[in-house]
């Protein structure tokens, strides 16, 4: 479930929602990165800077989830991605797993405006992810049919793991992926139960 066997055109026709999301990420990190592209200004004008949010500009709720702020934090989240992301968008269908992904990223920023101060800077896709999570706790409660008990026993680890390293890694932003876990698992506990 968590390994992958595909090539690479079989891994973006099965997973188009993933590979749009990596593809995202890949680009927003050359231009963000590479001497040639003015990369202050995108960083500008993308990252969720919860003044301007306040002042209006919404769309920082939504971008950041697309930027990184170097190799290595866009690789791990990236690889997050391609690891956790196959299997849910497998089985909740490409559309919707869109919408989970977005809406968790988005709730976890809205957490990140609410609950921290207005001077602070927030940038990554951890709090989608940590949505994504959430989401594989809600199968595993509510439908865990569509999960071996293998898989269920690793993504649980996993998820406690993440969450517990939450608060011992610096620069982490622990509202972020609080809030994102606890609205994929709400996602899920909405729309999942009524499916059963």
């Given at each position: 479930m968590f390994t992958r066997t595909e090539?690479?055109?079989?891994?973006?026709?099965?997973?188009?929602?993933?590979?749009v999301i990596v593809s995202i990420h890949i680009i927003l990190y050359l231009l963000t990165s590479l001497p040639i592209f003015p990369n202050s200004t995108i960083m500008e004008q993308l990252s969720g800077i919860n003044l301007y949010i306040w002042q209006g500009e919404l769309w920082r709720l939504i971008t950041p989830l697309f930027l990184h702020s170097g190799f290595s934090h866009v690789l791990f989240n990236s690889f997050s991605l391609v690891l956790f992301g196959p299997a849910l968008e497998r089985?909740?269908?490409?559309?919707?797993?869109?919408?989970?992904?977005?809406?968790?990223?988005?709730?976890?920023?809205?957490?990140?405006?609410?609950?921290?101060p207005v001077t602070y800077i927030h940038l990554g896709a951890s709090g989608a992810i940590f949505g994504l999570f959430g989401m594989y706790i809600s199968l595993n409660v509510f439908r865990k049919h569509l999960?071996?008990?293998?898989?269920?026993?690793?993504?649980?680890?996993?998820?406690?793991?993440s969450i517990i390293m939450t608060f011992f890694q610096p620069n982490i932003n622990v509202i972020s992926h609080l809030f994102g876990f606890l609205s994929g698992f709400l996602i899920g506990a909405l729309t999942l139960k009524k499916r059963t």
């Open positions: 090539s690479f055109q079989e891994f973006i026709r099965y997973y188009p929602v993933v590979s089985i909740l269908g490409s559309l919707r797993f869109a919408w989970v992904y977005l809406i968790t990223g988005i709730s976890a920023n809205v957490a990140t405006l609410l609950l921290e999960l071996s008990k293998d898989n269920r026993q690793l993504i649980t680890t996993i998820a406690v793991i």
